[in-house]
């Protein structure tokens, strides 16, 4: 028999195609426009041999192994439910009673599933927090740097992640658009919650035939895809900042700053402008300065720069730009440039950053909530960057300074992760590694063996999507979606929700954990809720019985173009900007006062450590840029057949110009060898002429797959990447920031494990 059920993910919505227990297809939502490939990988996920049968102890752990034992050399040993869960509830309460609630590691930072209520990070955090606190990581891996940075100088996060200036704007009003980053395809394919519709390419196409001209600033030239029709600019990676300040020395050169705009709107014009004309340290910022920087022609920075200042131009950056060292900086200097181009908050101008970063950006919409678990307090009250996590691992009792405060760093006894892959996100894997291996016991709830839960000592194993019954829901997309369960539980997976649920149990606190509802009654309750916010907004939803069985509710389409800051460029007086001067500050007093070298009160080219411009260079002398994947979600569907389709032999395939390989005589399709100090991984090389030469590029997310000897055989980029916070203000992650050297691998090509379960002893 053969049943469709609706279900959602990351990177679409569909039916999934069940028969006899199995889920053998899946068909796209009809609603959507442009439905991706990724979700032919849903099937492949769900009925893997990687996944987590039962719940394992690793041996090492079960002889009383603790605090500095190698984690993810061990094999696991299978327990049954109620030990695992009666072991983790008394290792939990030991932990807490000898060295404090914040010695609980619990941030667990990660994109989960679709679903919003079995979303696996928000019920670990609903548990420890109610169980008295753990330490927390605030911000995020995409726009860490930008989301601290922004608040200051603009006053909202909106203009990365909030309600943007939309396409249809874009569309009738803007001549130029002007990408960091381009705007790529790939990135689209996915939306956190659930992509509902992907309304991005018919959006792109449609600013295309309305005229726009586009340029790509970026080392990759398929940053745009080819219907663009863009003009390509390679420059050199992490030297956007240079080339923007270039840019406003050939405006003001030519007397085209809007001067009345700067005046009116913005505070720090007067400490700005004798930086960009060099009267502040003997360097002016002229084009020929840049074009040593970035390697892009100083004719082409002038005649980018007098088309910007001529035409109406809407100036984004992709999130990555500020995912570097000093990331901060392009951000903020392409704020300053849209300053003087005088756009903020005119139809079809200023500066948005992520409009090639994720499905939904610029896509017009009502501002409604999306439908979510309410977030608990942490009593703990501790909270890191997020991307500082190894950082944390290594210095207990030392203080770590961010964005103006000292944080104390707590002594991490136990590690707890459900719903993320800190070995697919966090940067110098090796390094994190040995952090980890400081703590006593670490927990990994998931359903496959990734690399997390081969290097935890209890690993439980969580039911996929398809198992349960869910609501997917995205600030940026128009439909909410019912996700029904497909297929019962596969071996002994469970719902994450459940598991704590038995550990709130065992502890005294399950009724504060469940408020006494169950799935059902969660479900009804969620989406009720959400209807009462929708409805306060003036949206009528239909109640949640209609809403289960059309398996959908489609959000109204607003009937007037959103332009951000509008109010604000209309009259600053009467609707000032969230920031101590309620301008745009091109000086911020408060980041000045932070005293960081690093990072000033204005916006300044600052030389990261590892840039084809540095020292080390010479010894690696190519950047490696790691970039979001086109087969996948990060490390989710890595198993999937369109991931493993683009394998080249079994390994991550590595982008590199053909002139690179001619210097180190590889060829396409073989397999090479990647390294630096940090670490070295396998990847297959990929010739293309749309790489810039000294720049190679390899997607993140293939699972790491260490060796005894280290070498990952089969091409995390991450094993290399560079564990630095942006600068003291954001401490955000700065993987783009990387060197490498390439050459040929010799040696007899080792197999991939990490697509096979681990070692697994008879239970004890
Ligand atoms: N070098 C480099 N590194 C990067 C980036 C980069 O550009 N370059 N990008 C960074 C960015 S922007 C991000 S957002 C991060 C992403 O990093 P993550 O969000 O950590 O990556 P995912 O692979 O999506 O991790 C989600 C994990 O949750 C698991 N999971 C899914 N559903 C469930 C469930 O129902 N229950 C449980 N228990 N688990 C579940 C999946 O199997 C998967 O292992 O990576 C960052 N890392
Ligand atoms: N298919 C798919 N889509 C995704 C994701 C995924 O895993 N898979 N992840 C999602 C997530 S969590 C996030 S945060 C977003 C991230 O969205 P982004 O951060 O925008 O994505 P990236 O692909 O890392 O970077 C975009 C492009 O920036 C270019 N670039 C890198 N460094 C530089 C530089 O220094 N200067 C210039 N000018 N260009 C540079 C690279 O060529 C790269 O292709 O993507 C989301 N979309
Ligand atoms: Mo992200």
């Given at each position: 028999?053969?049943?469709?059920?609706?279900?959602?993910?990351?990177?679409?919505?569909?039916?999934?195609?069940?028969e006899?227990?199995?889920?053998?297809?899946?068909?796209?939502?009809?609603?959507?426009?442009?439905?991706?490939?990724?979700?032919?990988?849903?099937?492949?996920?769900?009925?893997?041999?990687?996944?987590?049968?039962?719940?394992?102890?690793?041996?090492?752990?079960?002889?009383?192994?603790?605090?500095?034992?190698?984690?993810?050399?061990?094999?696991?040993?299978?327990?049954?439910?109620?030990?695992?869960?009666?072991?983790?509830?008394?290792e939990?309460?030991?932990?807490?009673?000898?060295?404090?609630?914040?010695?609980?590691m619990?941030?667990?930072?990660?994109?989960?599933?679709?679903?919003?209520?079995?979303?696996?990070?928000?019920?670990?955090?609903?548990f420890?927090?109610?169980?008295?606190?753990?330490?927390?990581?605030?911000?995020?891996?995409?726009?860490?740097?930008?989301?601290?940075?922004?608040?200051?100088?603009?006053?909202?996060?909106d203009?990365?992640?909030?309600?943007?200036?939309?396409?249809?704007?874009?569309?009738?009003?803007?001549k130029?658009?002007?990408?960091?980053?381009?705007?790529?395809?790939?990135?689209?394919?996915?939306?956190?919650?659930?992509?509902?519709?992907?309304?991005?390419?018919?959006?792109?196409?449609?600013?295309?035939?309305?005229?726009?001209?586009?340029?790509?600033?970026?080392?990759?030239?398929?940053?745009?895809?080819?219907?663009?029709?863009?003009?390509?600019?390679?420059?050199?990676?992490?030297?956007?900042?240079?080339?923007?300040?270039?840019?406003?020395?050939?405006?003001?050169?030519?007397?085209?700053?809007d001067?009345?705009?700067?005046?009116?709107?913005?505070?720090?014009?007067?400490?700005?402008?004798?930086y960009?004309?060099?009267?502040?340290?003997?360097?002016?910022?002229?084009?020929?300065?840049?074009?040593?920087?970035t390697?892009?022609?100083?004719?082409?920075?002038?005649?980018?720069?007098?088309?910007?200042?001529?035409?109406?131009t809407?100036?984004?950056?992709?999130w990555?730009?500020?995912?570097?060292?000093?990331?901060?900086?392009?951000?903020?200097?392409?704020?300053?440039?849209?300053?003087?181009?005088?756009?903020?908050?005119?139809?079809?101008?200023?500066?948005?950053?992520?409009?090639?970063?994720?499905?939904?950006?610029?896509?017009?919409?009502?501002?409604?909530?999306?439908v979510?678990?309410?977030?608990?307090?942490?009593?703990?009250?501790?909270?890191?960057?997020?991307?500082?996590?190894?950082?944390?691992?290594?210095?207990?009792?030392?203080?770590?300074?961010?964005?103006?405060?000292?944080?104390?760093?707590?002594?991490?006894?136990?590690?707890?992760?459900?719903?993320?892959?800190?070995?697919?996100?966090?940067?110098?894997?090796?390094?994190?590694?040995?952090?980890?291996?400081?703590a006593?016991?670490?927990?990994?709830?998931?359903?496959?063996?990734?690399?997390?839960?081969?290097?935890?000592?209890?690993?439980?194993?969580?039911?996929?999507?398809?198992?349960?019954?869910?609501?997917?829901?995205?600030s940026?997309?128009?439909?909410?979606?019912?996700?029904?369960?497909a297929?019962?539980?596969?071996?002994?997976?469970r719902?994450?929700?459940?598991?704590?649920?038995?550990?709130?149990?065992?502890?005294?606190?399950?009724?504060?954990?469940?408020?006494?509802?169950?799935?059902?009654?969660?479900?009804?309750?969620?989406y009720?809720?959400?209807?009462a916010?929708?409805?306060?907004?003036?949206?009528?939803?239909?109640?949640?019985?209609?809403?289960?069985?059309?398996?959908?509710?489609?959000?109204?389409?607003?009937?007037?173009?959103?332009?951000?800051?509008?109010?604000?460029?209309?009259?600053?007086?009467?609707?000032?900007?969230?920031?101590?001067?309620?301008?745009?500050?091109?000086?911020?007093e408060?980041?000045?006062?932070?005293?960081?070298?690093?990072?000033?009160?204005?916006?300044?080219?600052?030389?990261?450590?590892?840039?084809?411009?540095?020292?080390?260079?010479?010894?690696?002398?190519?950047?490696?840029?790691?970039?979001?994947?086109?087969?996948?979600?990060?490390?989710?569907?890595?198993?999937?057949?369109?991931?493993?389709?683009?394998?080249?032999?079994?390994?991550?395939?590595?982008?590199?110009?053909?002139?690179?390989?001619?210097?180190?005589?590889?060829?396409?399709?073989?397999?090479?060898?990647?390294?630096?100090?940090?670490?070295?991984?396998?990847a297959?090389?990929?010739?293309?002429?749309?790489?810039r030469?000294?720049?190679?590029?390899?997607?993140?997310?293939?699972?790491?797959?260490?060796?005894?000897?280290?070498?990952?055989?089969?091409?995390?980029?991450?094993v290399?990447?560079?564990d630095?916070?942006?600068?003291?203000?954001?401490?955000?992650?700065?993987?783009q920031?990387?060197?490498?050297?390439v050459?040929?691998?010799?040696?007899?090509?080792?197999?991939?494990?990490?697509?096979?379960?681990?070692?697994?002893?008879?239970?004890?």
């Amino acid at each position: 028999m053969t049943e469709l059920k609706p279900h959602s993910a990351h990177w679409g919505a569909f039916e999934a195609v069940v028969e006899n227990g199995r889920v053998t297809g899946v068909r796209p939502f009809a609603r959507d426009p442009n439905p991706g490939a990724l979700i032919q990988s849903v099937p492949d996920a769900v009925h893997s041999r990687v996944r987590i049968d039962r719940p394992y102890v690793r041996s090492g752990w079960l002889k009383g192994e603790r605090r500095g034992s190698l984690r993810g050399s061990d094999a696991f040993v299978p327990v049954p439910w109620d030990q695992a869960i009666r072991l983790v509830a008394e290792e939990t309460q030991r932990v807490r009673g000898a060295f404090g609630h914040a010695s609980i590691m619990g941030g667990s930072y990660g994109w989960s599933s679709a679903g919003r209520f079995h979303h696996a990070k928000s019920q670990l955090q609903r548990f420890l927090g109610l169980g008295g606190g753990y330490t927390t990581q605030v911000t995020n891996y995409s726009y860490g740097a930008g989301m601290t940075l922004m608040p200051h100088i603009v006053g909202t996060n909106d203009i990365m992640q909030g309600q943007v200036t939309d396409w249809p704007s874009i569309a009738k009003h803007t001549k130029l658009m002007f990408c960091l980053g381009g705007l790529p395809l790939k990135n689209a394919l996915v939306t956190a919650g659930g992509a509902g519709a992907h309304e991005y390419v018919p959006w792109l196409k449609q600013v295309a035939e309305a005229g726009v001209r586009f340029v790509n600033v970026s080392p990759f030239k398929g940053d745009t895809p080819d219907f663009l029709d863009a003009e390509w600019v390679p420059i050199r990676p992490n030297t956007d900042t240079a080339l923007l300040l270039g840019m406003a020395h050939v405006l003001l050169a030519a007397g085209l700053e809007d001067r009345s705009f700067l005046a009116t709107h913005c505070t720090g014009w007067d400490k700005l402008r004798p930086y960009i004309l060099g009267d502040a340290d003997g360097v002016p910022k002229t084009p020929e300065w840049a074009s040593a920087v970035t390697e892009v022609p100083a004719a082409t920075i002038r005649r980018l720069a007098l088309e910007a200042g001529a035409a109406p131009t809407m100036l984004t950056a992709t999130w990555s730009i500020q995912r570097a060292e000093h990331g901060e900086q392009p951000w903020w200097m392409l704020v300053a440039l849209a300053a003087m181009l005088g756009g903020i908050g005119q139809p079809g101008q200023g500066v948005v950053f992520g409009y090639g970063s994720l499905n939904g950006m610029g896509t017009p919409r009502w501002e409604l909530p999306s439908v979510s678990l309410p977030a608990t307090r942490n009593p703990a009250g501790v909270a890191i960057p997020v991307s500082r996590v190894t950082e944390l691992l290594e210095r207990p009792g030392e203080v770590m300074q961010y964005n103006g405060r000292d944080i104390p760093l707590p002594d991490i006894r136990m590690i707890w992760w459900a719903g993320g892959n800190p070995f697919h996100h966090h940067q110098d894997l090796n390094r994190l590694l040995r952090g980890w291996c400081r703590a006593d016991t670490v927990v990994v709830q998931e359903p496959w063996w990734t690399a997390p839960a081969r290097h935890a000592d209890i690993v439980l194993p969580a039911t996929t999507t398809l198992e349960r019954n869910d609501i997917g829901s995205s600030s940026r997309d128009r439909f909410v979606r019912a996700m029904h369960q497909a297929i019962p539980p596969l071996a002994q997976a469970r719902n994450d929700h459940d598991m704590l649920a038995d550990m709130a149990d065992a502890l005294g606190f399950r009724d504060r954990f469940t408020e006494q509802r169950d799935e059902a009654a969660w479900l009804r309750h969620l989406y009720e809720r959400w209807r009462a916010a929708c409805a306060r907004q003036g949206f009528e939803a239909p109640d949640f019985d209609r809403f289960w069985t059309e398996g959908f509710v489609e959000t109204p389409r607003p009937d007037q173009d959103f332009v951000l800051f509008s109010d604000f460029a209309r009259d600053p007086a009467a609707h000032p900007l969230n920031t101590p001067s309620g301008k745009v500050e091109l000086f911020s007093e408060t980041i000045a006062s932070f005293g960081y070298a690093e990072i000033g009160g204005h916006p300044e080219w600052h030389a990261p450590r590892e840039y084809l411009g540095a020292e080390q260079a010479r010894r690696f002398p190519l950047h490696l840029l790691s970039y979001q994947p086109a087969t996948r979600l990060h490390g989710q569907l890595d198993q999937g057949r369109v991931a493993q389709a683009s394998k080249v032999q079994g390994r991550e395939p590595m982008l590199m110009h053909p002139d690179d390989a001619a210097a180190r005589g590889l060829s396409d399709g073989a397999v090479v060898r990647m390294f630096n100090d940090r670490g070295a991984v396998l990847a297959g090389l990929k010739l293309s002429e749309g790489i810039r030469p000294g720049v190679v590029a390899m997607a993140t997310g293939a699972w790491w797959d260490p060796g005894e000897d280290g070498l990952d055989r089969h091409g995390n980029p991450n094993v290399l990447t560079q564990d630095v916070g942006t600068s003291r203000l954001g401490q955000g992650c700065a993987a783009q920031s990387c060197l490498v050297e390439v050459v040929a691998f010799d040696g007899p090509l080792p197999a991939v494990a990490v697509l096979q379960p681990p070692q697994i002893l008879e239970p004890a």
